[in-house]
């Protein structure tokens, strides 16, 4: 997807941004009697209409519009550009179809009106066309390659709103669009809120009163600080990360076989846990075996890029398949740290952000110096019974070798392989050989079997230079991202902290910070954080805490007609942002308010109670069966789900999870039938129905049933429910009570194997099973609000 | 409520800002009401769900020939030489070494050195008024032969299962992009509103097959991924209520939930809310049409006869019966996979002469039944039926490790497809490959230009149909892709 295969012809045809951009640079231009800037208002129009029939790869027409000179000079039909002007400039009549030749562009969309008045102002104003190396620096100067400066924080009318620079910049920006920002959440609202953000899980009933409770006025910043370090804070937030970093346990394709690397999993979760500085965790997982006395650790971490797919297919050739995963690890790195896609000068020179395609395979040296070896992590203990297997195995051998009909000793030979096989902790590592500097083949159109020059590693030279401790090898691109002077990483990752809060970034590209991007909402404010971020030594704990302490943050989600009108994006976060929970989210936070979940941590990966896979034709041939866990693991936090590439858990695939095939920024947030029945009917989740209707039964002390609806409601969504919610409940509750009075086996069925609590009968147990299925199933469960 | 197709439709990532766009018209009278504390009747919630429902039916660039798609699959890429592209030559020159020449610089998956040309085992015939070609092995088929337009001169860029198939879905090897039929309910969406839009029905042997990645909907909005049905059980999962759960139930859970969010939706004021409740409404539709459309056991006998279904069976024959029930129920685009064609002769099972005809007959009657029932009843016109594997299949023998049975390697330089009804010139061949059957000789057709020409009968056009990711106009065709005006009626 970060390519396109062979020809470099490549034609967007109607690229919607850029024209918006463009208008708005032509209104600018037109409305303040500016000038027509060539490689902001100009070069954009040609490349996307002209260049695939008038550039590099056909001439049609004797025409070839992406050279200065030749473009002037004119095709078969003579000069298309009369400068200053543009009436009777050939150029100006062939986009507007006048005359008897074919409009063009012959096979797209006619040009939009302002494009055309640009073109016109353009060539008026004398059709000024900086050389090439002019328009590579004015590129170059595209936001997000210079660095970011800290700006000053704005002053603002409404002072008192301000909690710190993060609402000084957004005030601001509300003031000038004279939009009120909302009040503040009320404090139900915030401690859902910020443990849902913080950690993943819905608080429990003693943590909201005792917050509500609190009048101290660090009560909030005490919760913040108490979450942050939580050991679910890794939990919640390795989830993002390992969309990034495609992890998954199993090699994908046709085969799908399963594979070690969980114990990179639990790195993350441990890195992210300790706040380990987001250089360091940088450095570590692209490099981390040669740091100087790598220690297992930092083996591990580069793990990272052992994540990249593997095709067990018979007839694969190695080599290639070797090339595509360094392939995938340029995108990866690219779009990870530093939002770029350079994958795109794979064909060719990138179209729009100045990366030549000799970078491209000048970046994927950096990785084709290295051995992929699986790590052994065994335990004392476990190799003092591996040893024991070994021995065993070989004496049997033996005695096989007296007697080969000895199918008895064959069959425990077999068994006690894969007994060794299955005790052995492994993880997937990179390894850099000993031997030579990073080098690799240039190849002509990206095509593998298409050899050009051989060339060494190195970083794009648009960007800042590699220093002296940053040699041209994997370690040295590492600290080469997280370089101070690097323009891209800081911003990248503050911005995607961000998205994960709001659901929207302040760069809403966050996968694409190029010049085909869009640009920040508040760029200033991004650049504050970025700046903040590396000042506080990288520290994401540190950042994420200034965000969620801001009045920003804090705001109320409740949309009003204004909003929805002016606002509808929130772009301008005149509101904090309410969404669907993401797909691990709902499942944990299901489990939690049923009071199901374990929070064991670590460890290899988990199958929870899935649907039925036997005699349903499976999408491959991978020998992983779905052992369904037993006793806790059942209920384990979803970030230790086994995730099956080919055929993920059920319920993640429903609420938009990705397969971890590739490198994923940002998942989409859907609402569909598909997921109503899913939390509807999965047998997992109305499991944790049943378990919830028991905690409604028996940690309520009246008799009343209006108690036990309330803290089932509560349960799930942490508020009390008003007055004509809690009719709704109860009249359901009384009609299904009647229901399974009258019809008992039914109620015998949904309670299934459970064991209800003492104080409800069998048909009331029914009945608030079924209540607590619809609890679970609200908008208000599944939302962050 | 047609919605233009534009680059735009990033948009529907989150739906707010669809229902923003089209908020002074339905959306947001149906809001308002709401929002003034009026209830929402079933019927103003489905038109709700119309108004931010992704799936709604979009125009398309120009008229349409075809509105739907049925693709049969092939997974593991049938032999072309003994099913459709006859070559006395090779039959002639049986058991000779290949020409040096002709294999120079060639990467092949498991031939070694120089291989063996192999006729076929099997007897052709041509057929219909056409005279098209076509080997015993494909006796129903070769009765249709005057409905079907066959494309000899298949090519693709890859020569292993797994990428290839990614690739004749989506248009590249790299797992990551739309498949066809995800891009075509982004285009077009489904005239369907209570059964998915783009379904996938599997048969046959496990192996070989690249999982869901086919189906993928790579960048765009997972909404239009393809719905895998289940061979066994509920087609849809969770379409059935838990042990219990009778019907009735379910309808008063789902009004308790439709209440408490109603009232949700009046104290948030979040649009998002309205579709969750649009959402459960239309899941219980679907709880309903799922089990009548899987219900195939009502099709009278001589549907049944024709296709040679067995209900409750897992077969690509019921999987056809089902697509043609799909596709009448307004879905866009069905997909079929029949696996296990990959015959190099390892094993009898896997080789030319056993392996080879079971696979034929576990497809060849429902293949030809499925355009014949089309036909019949008049959906052939508007219904493309697309029949291919995901490469063709050597001249040559593979005899990998010496093995006596006769088997072919994989062959992405030359294969045949056929496809039938939507706008396809019935009875015509396009293109042909060399004596050998190693080389395309005329009018090749790649991949990329198949996927032109599919979404060309789909009323679409392959250059405009883009998707905006990572700073990129994305089509399903890349940057290349020509329409074949020869297959066009």
């Given at each position: 997807m970060w390519r396109h295969k062979k020809?470099?012809?490549?034609?967007?045809?109607?690229?919607s941004l850029s024209l918006a951009l463009l208008t708005l640079a032509f209104h600018l231009a037109a409305l303040h009697g500016g000038e027509v800037d060539f490689v902001r208002d100009i070069l954009p129009i040609f490349k996307s209409t002209?260049?695939?029939?008038?550039?590099p790869e056909k001439q049609k027409?004797?025409?070839?519009?992406?050279s200065k000179e030749l473009a002037f000079k004119g095709g078969s039909t003579g000069a298309m550009i009369k400068i200053g002007d543009s009436k009777n400039s050939l150029l100006m009549h062939r986009i507007q179809g006048l005359g008897d030749e074919p409009r063009?562009?012959?096979?797209?969309d006619a040009l939009k009106k302002e494009q055309i008045e640009l073109l016109a102002a353009w060539i008026d104003q004398g059709a000024k066309w900086p050389d090439s190396a002019s328009i590579t620096a004015q590129l170059k100067k595209h936001w997000a390659y210079t660095k970011p400066l800290r700006p000053e924080v704005p002053k603002v009318?409404?002072?008192?709103?301000?909690?710190?620079p993060i609402d000084a910049f957004v005030l601001a920006k509300l003031e000038t669009e004279n939009l009120p920002p909302s009040a503040e959440a009320d404090k139900t609202t915030l401690i859902r809120r910020l443990s849902l953000d913080l950690i993943g899980l819905p608080p429990t009933l003693r943590e909201i009163d005792a917050f509500v409770a609190d009048?101290?006025?660090?009560a909030y910043d005490t919760l913040v600080d108490r979450l942050l370090s939580s050991p679910h804070f890794g939990e919640r937030w390795a989830r993002p990360w390992l969309d990034l970093a495609r992890y998954a346990d199993t090699n994908g394709f046709n085969f799908d076989s399963p594979r070690q690397i969980w114990k990179f999993r639990d790195w993350v979760i441990q890195a992210l846990n300790k706040d380990m500085p987001f250089d360091q965790f940088t450095i570590e997982q692209i490099a981390?075996?040669?740091?100087?006395?790598?220690?297992q650790d930092q083996k591990i971490a580069t793990g990272f890029h052992r994540n990249t797919m593997v095709?067990?297919?018979?007839?694969?050739?190695k080599m290639e398949a070797r090339w595509e995963t360094m392939l995938d690890r340029v995108h990866t790195t690219a779009t990870v740290?530093?939002?770029?896609?350079?994958?795109?000068?794979?064909?060719?020179?990138h179209k729009f952000d100045p990366f030549r395609q000799k970078e491209f395979y000048q970046f994927l040296a950096f990785f084709d110096n290295s051995d992929e070896p699986a790590l052994k992590l065994n335990t004392p203990e476990i190799e003092v019974k591996l040893k024991a297997i070994s021995a065993e195995i070989k004496a049997l051998e033996t005695t096989l070798k007296a007697d080969k009909t000895d199918t008895k000793s064959k069959d425990r030979i077999a068994a006690l392989k894969d007994q060794r096989k299955e005790m052995e902790i492994t993880t997937l590592v990179m390894q850099e050989r000993k031997t030579g500097m990073p080098e690799t083949d240039f190849r002509i159109k990206g095509s593998y079997v298409n050899k050009g020059e051989r060339v060494s590693a190195d970083t794009p030279a648009f960007l800042h230079a590699r220093k002296s401790?940053?040699?041209?090898?994997r370690l040295g691109l590492a600290k080469w991202i997280v370089d101070?002077?690097?323009?891209l990483t800081a911003r990248v990752n503050v911005n995607r902290l961000w998205e994960t809060l709001?659901?929207?970034?302040?760069?809403?590209?966050s996968e694409d910070f190029g010049t085909q991007g869009t640009p920040p909402t508040h760029p200033e404010l991004l650049d504050w954080m970025a700046t903040e971020f590396v000042a506080s030594k990288w520290s994401m704990k540190t950042l994420l805490r200034h965000i969620v302490i801001s009045a920003t943050y804090r705001q109320s989600s409740k949309i009003s007609r204004e909003m929805l009108q002016r606002d509808p994006n929130n772009k301008f976060l005149s509101r904090a942002p309410r969404y669907r929970l993401e797909a691990e989210l709902i499942r944990d936070s299901i489990l939690a308010a049923s009071g199901q979940l374990s929070e064991k941590m670590f460890g290899p990966p988990v199958f929870p109670?899935?649907?039925?896979?036997?005699g349903v034709i499976t999408?491959?041939?991978?020998?992983?069966?779905?052992?369904t866990s037993k006793g806790e693991d059942r209920f384990?936090?979803?970030?230790?789900t086994f995730w099956?590439?080919?055929?993920?858990?059920a319920t993640f695939v429903t609420f938009d999870?990705?397969?971890?095939e590739f490198c994923t920024v940002k998942r989409s947030k859907s609402n569909t039938p598909l997921q109503a029945l899913n939390a509807l009917n999965d047998a997992g989740l109305f499991d944790a129905a049943r378990a919830l209707a028991g905690r409604m039964a028996a940690e309520t002390?009246?008799?009343?049933?209006d108690g036990k609806l309330a803290h089932g409601f509560r349960l799930c969504t942490g508020r009390h429910p008003g007055k004509d919610e809690m009719e709704l409940f109860a009249q359901a509750f009384e009609k299904e009570v009647t229901y399974f009075k009258s019809n008992e086996p039914m109620a015998k069925s949904i309670k299934g194997s459970a064991t209800p609590p003492k104080q409800v009968t069998e048909p009331e147990f029914a009945a608030l099973t079924m209540v607590a299925n619809a609890m679970l199933n609200l908008d208000e469960t599944m939302s962050r609000e | 409520m047609k919605q233009p197709v534009t680059s735009?439709?990033?948009?529907h990532v989150t739906r707010r800002h669809f229902f923003a766009k089209t908020g002074f018209g339905i959306g947001t009278l149906a809001l308002s009401a709401l929002m003034n504390g009026k209830f929402l009747s079933q019927a103003a919630a489905a038109a709700e769900l119309d108004a931010v429902n992704p799936m709604a039916p979009k125009a398309s660039h120009y008229a349409p020939k075809a509105k739907r798609i049925i693709y049969l699959f092939m997974a593991g890429a049938p032999s072309q030489v003994d099913l459709f592209d006859p070559k006395p030559k090779l039959q002639e020159f049986n058991g000779q070494d290949i020409p040096a020449e002709l294999i120079k610089g060639q990467r092949f998956a498991f031939i070694k050195g120089t291989p063996k040309l192999l006729g076929s085992p099997h007897t052709f015939k041509q057929h219909g008024q056409c005279g098209a070609p076509v080997s015993n092995l494909y006796p129903h088929t070769a009765k249709i032969v005057d409905d079907i337009a066959f494309v000899k001169s298949m090519h693709t860029d890859q020569f292993n299962h797994g990428p290839a198939q990614i690739f004749m879905n989506t248009?590249?090897?790299?797992?990551g992009r739309p498949s066809m039929g995800s891009w075509l309910t982004y285009g077009l969406g489904s005239?369907?509103?209570?059964?998915?839009?783009f379904v996938v029905l599997l048969s046959g042997e496990v192996d070989p097959g690249a999982g869901n990645a086919c189906w993928s909907s790579g960048f765009l909005p997972t909404t239009y991924q393809g719905v895998a049905f289940r061979?066994?059980?509920?087609?849809?999962?969770?379409v059935s209520n838990p042990d219990g759960v009778s019907s009735e139930t379910r309808r008063r859970s789902l009004d308790l939930i439709r209440g408490i969010n109603q009232k949700h939706l009046a104290a948030t004021g979040d649009p998002e809310v309205a579709t969750r409740i649009a959402s459960y409404e239309m899941a219980y539709r679907m709880q309903k049409s799922v089990p009548e459309l899987a219900d195939?056991?009502?099709?009278p006998e001589h549907i049944h006869k024709l296709y040679g279904t067995e209900p409750g069976k897992i077969s690509f024959a019921n999987n056809c019966l089902l697509a043609r029930r799909l596709i009448e129920r307004g879905c866009r685009f069905v997909q079929l996979y029949h696996r296990g064609?990959?015959?190099?002769?390892?094993?009898q099972a896997k080789d030319l002469t056993t392996g080879l005809p079971k696979l034929c007959r576990e497809t060849d009657q429902a293949c030809a039944a499925l355009v014949t029932d089309l036909k019949q009843r008049g959906l052939l016109d508007d219904t493309l039926v697309i029949w291919g594997g995901e490469f063709g299949r050597t001249p040559?023998?593979?005899?990998?490790?010496?093995?006596?049975f006769l088997g072919r390697d994989h062959h992405p330089r030359a294969y045949t497809m056929w496809m039938a009804g939507g706008g396809v010139k019935g009875g015509t061949t396009v293109g042909k490959t060399d004596e050998l059957g190693?080389?395309?000789?005329?009018?090749p057709v790649h991949v990329h230009d198949l996927h032109a020409t599919v979404l060309h009968l789909m009323g679409m056009d392959h250059e405009k149909l883009t998707f905006k990711f990572q700073g990129r106009d994305y089509r399903l065709t890349d940057v290349h892709g020509h329409v074949v005006k020869k297959l066009l009626a």
């Open positions: 020809s470099p012809l490549y034609r967007p045809l109607f690229n002209c260049f695939s029939c008038h550039g027409g004797e025409l070839r519009m992406d063009m562009p012959v096979k797209a009318r409404n002072g008192a709103w301000v909690r710190n009048t101290h006025p660090n981390g075996d040669m740091l100087p006395d790598a220690a095709n067990e297919e018979g007839g694969v050739d740290w530093m939002g770029s896609t350079l994958g795109c000068a794979q064909c060719h020179n401790d940053q040699p041209a090898n101070a002077d690097n323009p709001f659901g929207r970034g302040l760069v809403v590209t109670p899935a649907p039925e896979q036997k999408t491959n041939k991978s020998a992983v069966s779905w052992n384990r936090r979803s970030v230790y099956r590439r080919t055929n993920p858990f999870a990705t397969s971890r002390t009246s008799a009343a049933a | 735009e439709n990033l948009k248009g590249n090897q790299i797992i005239e369907s509103s209570d059964l998915p839009g061979s066994q059980g509920d087609p849809v999962l969770y195939t056991a009502k099709e064609w990959d015959h190099h002769g390892e094993s040559m023998n593979e005899g990998r490790d010496g093995s006596k190693y080389d395309i000789a005329e009018d």
